[in-house]
C-alpha cells in the first residue's frame, strides 16, 4: 500500500511533465494575445479583421507599394523596346514572366506576372498610356488577358479597386472620403496607373503579414475574451502541477529518502553545462524555422521543444534533489573549490596563516594605493580610496572579533590557573583556531577537575582507610599493652626473660605512638582537618613549647639556645596545630641531637613575615636530602633502632603548609636546620 | 568494695582490666556486648561504675550508655580505639562522664576509675570544704586551702614546691581567665619580667604533671598554645549545665 502511495508520487510528477506544457502553451499564447493586443492594435469595436484600421493601413501599403513597380518596369519596357532581345530574357531572369500582344486600352500591350510573389494581396495595375499590365497573378491559360485577370481578382470577396480616378472597395477605411487627403493617394493617383485592381485572397492561405496579422488579431481577440478565465486557470493548473512535481521529484520505490543518481552527484557547474549543451543542441532543430515545408518545420519544432524540455526538466530535477538533500550549496565547483582551498588553509599552522593573511592584506593595500594615486579619474581614485578604508575597518573589525574570542580563552585560562576548573566556553563565540583552542582548553579543564576530584576523592578514602585500619590495630594492641605491663608485675625466671620483656614492652609502646601519628599524618596530608584559626602570639608559644621539652634536653644535655625579638609578634594558626608542629620539631631535637650540644631556636621577625628558626647537630651522620627526610617513614637514621615513628616532619610539613605557613629544611653536613615561616597578622598594629 | 561493670566484645581486655580493677580491690562484673551490659545493670542495683566500649556487636557502647542512663546515675567511663575529638565529644554527650581512648596506660585507667568512684560515693564534698575559711580556691574538683598550704585534687593531696604553688594559687583565684608567661611572672614575682624565657613554662609542665591524671589532656591547667595559660572554671561549667 506505501509502495503503492510512493509510486504514485512519481507516477503523477511524469504525468504532470506531460499535462505542464498545454497549460503552458495555453498561458503564453493568453498573455501574448494580451500583450499584442495591447501594444499593437487599438481596441476597436469590430471582431472582424478586415474592418480594422490596422488591416486597411496594411492594404493601402500593399497598394502603395506595389504602384511603383508598374512604373519602373514601363521603364524597363521602353529600354526593352529599343534595345537586344538579351534585356528581355534579363528582365524575366528578375523574376517576371511576359505575356505580349495583350489588348490594353484598345492596342496591344504587355502583361508583368510577377511570379516570386507569395502573397494574399492580388492585384493587376494598368498603365493605358504605355499599355503594360502588372501582376503577381500566376501566369496561366487562365490568366491571359486583362479581363481574365480581373475576374480572377474580382474571385476574392475583400477588394478594393481603382478606375477612373474612382475608389471601388468593400473596406470601409479605403473609401474615397477615407483616403483623399493621404500622401499615399495622392502618389496613386498621380502616377500613370490609370487602373488598379486588388483584393484579398480568401482565408488567406499564403503566409504572409496579413495572415499573421490575422492570426494575431484573432488570437488576441480570443484572448481577451478567454483571458480572465484562462489565465487564472492556467496559472492555478500550473501551480497545482509545479507541486506535484516538485513533491514527486526525488521519490523512488520504498522508504521516504530523496534517491540520487550519478547526474546529481556531478558538480551542479557541470550539470548546467550538460543540461545548456542539450538544450543548445535542441536549438539546432529550430534551423527548420526556415525551411519551407511545412512539416519539417512542425516536426523539427517539436522535436527542439521537447528535447530542450526534456533538458529543462533534467535540470529542474536535480536542482530540487538537490535541494531537498541540502547538497544544492556543497555539489557546486565553486563550493568545492572553496572548501578545498579552506582545507588547505586550515591544515597549515597558524604561523603559516598568519603570513598568508598578512601578504595577502599587504598586497590588497598597495594595489589599492596604487589605484589611488594611479587612477586616471577621480571616480577611479575614489573607489579604491573606499576600498582600502573598507580593508582597513574590515580587517579592525575581524582583529577586533579575534582579540575579543582571545580574551575569553585568557579568561578561561586564568580561571583554571586559579584553580576553578569548573569552566563553560561558549563555542558559538569563538571561530576557527580560537574554536579548537576553546574546545582543548573545556577538555583540559574538564580533565583537571575530575583529577583533582578524583585525588581528593582517593586522599579521603585513603585517610578513612588508614582510620578505620588504626582502629582495628588499637583493639589487639590494647590487650598487647596490658599484659605485657600485667607481665611486668609478675616474677620472671631468669633475667633474659626479663630483657626480652622490656623489648617487647617497648615495641608496643612505639606501635602505639605509629598508628597515632600514620591517622595524623594521613589526615594532614590530605587536609582533613578542620582548623580553628586564631591571633598566636609566637614568643609565647616557643617559650610554652620550650618549657615542655626543657626535661627531655636535660635528660641528653643539650642546651637550647634561644633568640627571640622584643615585641610581640602576631600570626594567624591554630594554636593546637601549630603546638603539635613546634611540639615534633623539639621532639626530633630531643631524639636525634648530638649530646651535649646546643639547639638554637631563634624567632626573626621580618617586615611582614616571621621566621622561626631551628638549628641542631645530628647524631647521626644526615646521609640523605632534605627532601627524602620530609617523606613518610623516612628518618635521619637509616638503622631505625631509635623510637620515632618517621612521621613527625611530614606531619609538621603538611601541619604547617595547612595554616598557611611555609616549611622548610636545610641539611649541611650534620647542621639540620628547620624554618618555619608565617605572615604577620595584617591588623597587628590595630590589636597593640 | 565496689562493683565496677566492665563492658568490651574483646575478652582478653576485660580479664586484663579485671585484673588490674581487683589488684586496686574493687569488685568486677564482666559483660561482652550492649545487651549483657543491660541485663546486669537491671539485675544489680549497686553497680559503681561501669566501664563500657563503644565499638560493640548487638547493642553499641554510645545506645547502651544512652539506655543506662534513662534511671540510672552511675558514672560511665567511655573505653574505645575511635580517638577522634568527634568520637570523644559523642561519648560524653550520650551519658558518658569520662572517655579513654585506646590502648590506654593502665595506671591512667586506674587513676581515672579511682576518681570517678571517688567523686560518685563523695558528693558534696567540696561545699563541705569550702566552709573552712575564705583562703580556699577551687574549680571542679581542684583545692587550694592558702591556711593549710594544701592542694588537693579529687581528694588526693598533691605535694607543689612553694613557686609552682603560688603560680597555680594565682590562677586558681582567677580561674577561666588566660595569662601570658609575663603576666603570670609579673603577678607571681611581683616585679618586672625581663624575658622569663620559659621558667614559667617549664614549672606549670611540672604542675600539670602532679595534678592532672593525663597530663597530655589537661583537665585543670589549660594550655593556650601561643596565648597562654588558665585553670579552666568547672564551677562554672557546671552551673550552666544545670
Same mark, same amino acid.
Given at each position: ?83 537586344? !532581345? ?318 575579543? !574570542? ?29 574554536? !579548537? ?106 617559650? !610554652? ?144 | ?242
Amino acid at each position: 500500500m506505501k509502495e503503492s502511495k510512493i509510486s504514485l508520487a512519481r507516477v503523477s510528477k511524469n504525468i504532470c511533465y506531460f499535462i505542464a506544457p498545454i497549460f503552458g502553451l495555453i498561458l503564453i499564447a493568453c498573455i501574448a494575445g494580451l500583450i499584442i493586443m495591447d501594444t499593437e492594435i487599438e481596441l476597436e469595436n469590430t471582431s472582424n479583421y478586415y474592418d480594422t484600421k490596422i488591416f486597411s493601413n496594411n492594404y493601402l501599403s500593399s497598394i502603395y507599394a506595389n504602384t511603383y513597380i508598374p512604373t519602373f518596369l514601363k521603364e524597363e519596357g521602353n529600354e526593352e523596346q529599343n534595345n537586344s !532581345q538579351s534585356d528581355m530574357i534579363d528582365m524575366r531572369s528578375y523574376g517576371y514572366d511576359i505575356q505580349e500582344n495583350v489588348q490594353i486600352n484598345g492596342g496591344t500591350g504587355i502583361i508583368w506576372y510577377k511570379t516570386d510573389n507569395n502573397s494574399n494581396f492580388k492585384y493587376l495595375m494598368i498603365d493605358y498610356e504605355n499599355r503594360i499590365a502588372v501582376t503577381n497573378l500566376e501566369h496561366t491559360m487562365r490568366t491571359d488577358t486583362i479581363d481574365e485577370i480581373k475576374g480572377i481578382i474580382a474571385e476574392n470577396p475583400t477588394y478594393w479597386n481603382f478606375k477612373n480616378g474612382n475608389i471601388d472597395t468593400n473596406i470601409s477605411y479605403l473609401s474615397m472620403e477615407e483616403i483623399r487627403y493621404t500622401s499615399q493617394y495622392e502618389e496613386i493617383s498621380s502616377s500613370n496607373i490609370k487602373e488598379i485592381y486588388t483584393s484579398l485572397v480568401e482565408d488567406l492561405p499564403y503566409r504572409d503579414d496579413y495572415a499573421m496579422s490575422k492570426f494575431a488579431y484573432d488570437l488576441s481577440m480570443r484572448a481577451n475574451t478567454l483571458a480572465p478565465i484562462l489565465i487564472p486557470l492556467c496559472i492555478a493548473t500550473l501551480l497545482a502541477l509545479g507541486l506535484i512535481i516538485l513533491n514527486g521529484i526525488g521519490k523512488k520505490g520504498k522508504g521516504p529518502g530523496i534517491h540520487l543518481n550519478g547526474f546529481d552527484k556531478i558538480p551542479l557547474e557541470i550539470a548546467f553545462f550538460i543540461g545548456s549543451c542539450i538544450i543548445g543542441f535542441s536549438m539546432i532543430f529550430f534551423v527548420a524555422l526556415k525551411s519551407e515545408l511545412r512539416a519539417v518545420i512542425f516536426s523539427g519544432v517539436t522535436i527542439g521543444t521537447i528535447i530542450s524540455y526534456l533538458g529543462a526538466i533534467l535540470l529542474l530535477e536535480t536542482v530540487v534533489k538537490r535541494m531537498k538533500t541540502h547538497t544544492l550549496w556543497k555539489t557546486t565547483l565553486l563550493y568545492m573549490i572553496g572548501h578545498g582551498i579552506k582545507t588547505l588553509i586550515d591544515n597549515r599552522k597558524i604561523a603559516t596563516k598568519l603570513t598568508l593573511a598578512y601578504w595577502g592584506f599587504c598586497a590588497v593595500g598597495f594595489i589599492a594605493t596604487f589605484g589611488i594615486v594611479g587612477s586616471y579619474s577621480a571616480g577611479g581614485s575614489l573607489f579604491w580610496f573606499v576600498a582600502l578604508v573598507s580593508l582597513g575597518i574590515a580587517t579592525f573589525c575581524f582583529l577586533f572579533r579575534k582579540i575579543k !574570542q582571545f580574551n575569553t580563552i585568557q579568561n578561561a585560562i586564568k580561571a583554571i590557573y586559579e584553580g576553578n576548573t569548573n569552566i563553560k566556553l561558549n563555542e558559538n563565540e569563538l571561530t576557527g583556531v580560537l574554536k !579548537q583552542l576553546g574546545i582543548y582548553i573545556e577538555d583540559i579543564a574538564g580533565g583537571l577537575s575530575n583529577a583533582v576530584n578524583e585525588s581528593l576523592k582517593s586522599e579521603r578514602l585513603k585517610t578513612e582507610l588508614i582510620t578505620n585500619v588504626s582502629h582495628d590495630i588499637k583493639t589487639p594492641l590494647t590487650s598487647i599493652i596490658n599484659y605485657v605491663d600485667l607481665l611486668k608485675k609478675e616474677k620472671m625466671p631468669n633475667e633474659k626473660a626479663t630483657e626480652y620483656l622490656m623489648i617487647l614492652d617497648n615495641k608496643s609502646q612505639r606501635l602505639k605512638k605509629l598508628t597515632e601519628d600514620l591517622v595524623e599524618a594521613s589526615k594532614a596530608s590530605s587536609g582533613n582537618i578542620k582548623l580553628k584559626m586564631e591571633k598566636i602570639e609566637v614568643k609565647e608559644l616557643v617559650k !610554652q613549647v620550650s618549657g615542655e621539652f626543657e626535661d627531655k634536653f636535660k635528660a641528653r644535655n643539650l642546651e637550647e639556645v634561644m633568640t627571640l625579638p622584643e615585641e610581640p609578634i602576631y600570626i594567624k594558626a591554630d594554636g593546637r596545630y601549630i603546638y603539635r608542629v613546634l611540639e615534633n620539631l623539639y621532639s626530633n631535637a630531643s631524639k636525634y641531637a648530638l649530646e651535649n650540644t646546643r639547639v638554637y631556636v631563634d624567632v626573626i621577625s621580618n617586615k611582614n613575615s616571621v621566621v622561626i628558626q631551628m638549628k641542631n647537630i645530628s647524631k647521626e651522620e644526615l646521609n640523605i636530602s632534605a627532601d627524602e627526610l620530609m617523606q613518610r617513614f623516612v628518618r635521619g637514621d637509616s638503622a631505625r633502632n631509635t623510637e620515632g615513628s618517621g612521621l613527625g616532619l611530614s606531619i609538621a610539613s603538611s601541619l604547617t603548609e595547612l595554616q598557611g605557613g611555609k616549611f622548610h629544611i636545610y641539611l649541611d653536613g650534620d647542621l639540620f636546620k628547620v624554618t618555619l615561616g608565617f605572615y604577620l597578622l595584617e591588623d597587628r598594629s590595630v590589636e597593640n | 568494695m565496689y562493683n565496677i561493670l566492665v563492658v568490651d566484645d574483646d575478652k582478653e581486655i576485660v580479664n586484663a582490666i579485671e585484673i588490674y580493677l581487683t589488684k586496686e580491690g574493687y569488685n568486677v562484673l564482666k559483660a561482652y556486648n550492649g545487651m549483657e551490659a543491660l541485663k546486669i545493670v537491671k539485675e544489680n542495683d549497686d553497680i559503681h561504675l561501669i566501664l563500657l566500649d563503644i565499638m560493640m556487636p548487638k547493642l553499641d557502647g554510645i545506645s547502651t550508655a544512652n539506655l543506662i542512663r534513662k534511671d540510672k546515675k552511675v558514672p560511665i567511663i567511655m573505653l574505645s580505639a575511635k580517638s577522634e575529638d568527634y568520637d570523644k565529644i559523642t561519648g560524653l554527650n550520650n551519658g558518658a562522664d569520662d572517655y579513654i581512648t585506646k590502648p590506654f596506660n593502665p595506671l591512667e585507667l586506674i587513676a581515672r576509675v579511682n576518681s570517678q568512684i571517688r567523686r560518685y560515693t563523695s558528693l558534696g564534698s567540696i561545699a563541705d570544704k569550702m566552709e573552712k575559711g575564705n583562703n580556699v580556691y577551687h574549680s571542679g574538683d581542684l583545692i587550694i586551702n592558702d591556711n593549710t598550704k594544701q592542694v588537693e585534687v579529687e581528694g588526693k593531696e598533691i605535694k607543689l614546691t612553694p613557686t609552682e604553688y603560688n603560680i597555680l594559687k594565682f590562677l586558681t583565684k582567677n580561674k577561666g581567665i588566660v595569662y601570658s608567661i609575663e603576666q603570670i611572672y609579673e603577678n607571681v614575682w611581683e616585679e618586672e619580667s625581663y624575658g622569663a624565657e620559659n621558667i614559667i613554662a617549664v614549672h606549670i609542665r611540672h604542675i600539670r604533671e602532679k595534678i592532672e591524671i593525663n597530663p597530655r589532656e589537661p583537665k585543670y591547667l589549660k594550655v593556650i598554645w601561643g596565648v597562654g595559660y588558665k585553670i579552666e572554671n568547672l564551677d562554672e561549667k557546671e552551673k550552666s549545665a544545670k
